[in-house]
T-cell receptor
Framework: GAVVSQHPSWVICKSGTSVKIECRSL??????MFWYRQFPKQSLMLMAT?????????EQGVEKDKFLINHASLTLSTLTVTSAHPEDSSFYIC????????????FGPGTRLTVT | GQNIDQPTEMTATEGAIVQINCTYQ??????LFWYQQHAGEAPTFLSY??LDGLEEKGRFSSFLSRSKGYSYLLLKELQMKDSASYLC??????????WGAGTKLIIKP
């Protein structure tokens, strides 16, 4: 099956700093990549959808200037949490899809962010 | 609005069978997915239904009734490793995935 990697798997940073999370599709070209956030014991919350070479589409309530998404190639998307605060501490998961249509999403292993 | 409903938590016994239900109300329908998520890990794909009926895959089966807006995931011969959250998700008319809150399944010996 398709493999998606994320790096780092966990990160601890100080309040006010920025953190970049990478999401890579290892054995397929991902037309569309998705970024999710999941708080403990809660469901996945879609943050944004990105298509290679175009600007990401953010969900309502997600600040695009705080959560910068770059999808520069068909195998790499990055999420940068800028000026992180403790309330940004969460489990961030990316997924990739072969197309934006009926195919399943393949999830990365997730990145646990802790802001102190 | 769009809504996916599934029970919050279920408990079952090792070796038994459990059925996790999911009802949905979405703007359009382009398929229903079931994912398994172990604590602290990302979801993994279990099944995809786009036509009515039962899809069987080993110990897991998934059923869909589009007219009723209803699906279930059936897990047979339960094993301790099946303890996880099971997420139901529907693709709407814009091919956007709408996620349920997940059902936490607890397996007891």
């Amino acid at each position: 099956g398709a493999v998606v990697s994320q790096h780092p798997s966990w990160v601890i940073c100080k309040s006010g700093t920025s953190v970049k999370i990478e999401c890579r599709s290892l054995d397929f070209q991902a037309t569309t990549m998705f970024w999710y956030r999941q708080f403990p014991k809660q469901s996945l919350m879609l943050m944004a959808t990105s298509n290679e070479g175009s600007k990401a589409t953010y969900e309502q309530g997600v600040e695009k200037d705080k959560f910068l998404i770059n999808h520069a190639s068909l195998t790499l998307s990055t999420l940068t949490v800028t000026s992180a605060h403790p309330e940004d501490s969460s489990f961030y998961i990316c997924s990739a899809s072969l197309t934006g249509g009926s195919y399943e999403q393949y999830f990365g292993p997730g990145t646990r962010l802790t802001v102190t | 609005g769009q809504n996916i409903d599934q029970p919050t938590e279920m408990t079952a016994t090792e070796g038994a069978i459990v059925q996790i239900n999911c009802t949905y109300q979405t703007s359009g329908f382009n398929g229903l997915f079931w994912y398994q998520q172990h604590a602290g890990e990302a979801p993994t794909f279990l099944s995809y239904n786009v036509l009515d009926g039962l899809e069987e895959k080993g110990r897991f089966s998934s059923f869909l009734s589009r007219s009723k807006g209803y699906s279930y995931l059936l897990l047979k011969e339960l094993q301790m490793k099946d303890s996880a959250s099971y997420l139901c998700a529907v693709k709407d008319s814009n091919y956007q995935l709408i996620w349920g809150a997940g059902t936490k399944l607890i397996i007891k010996p």
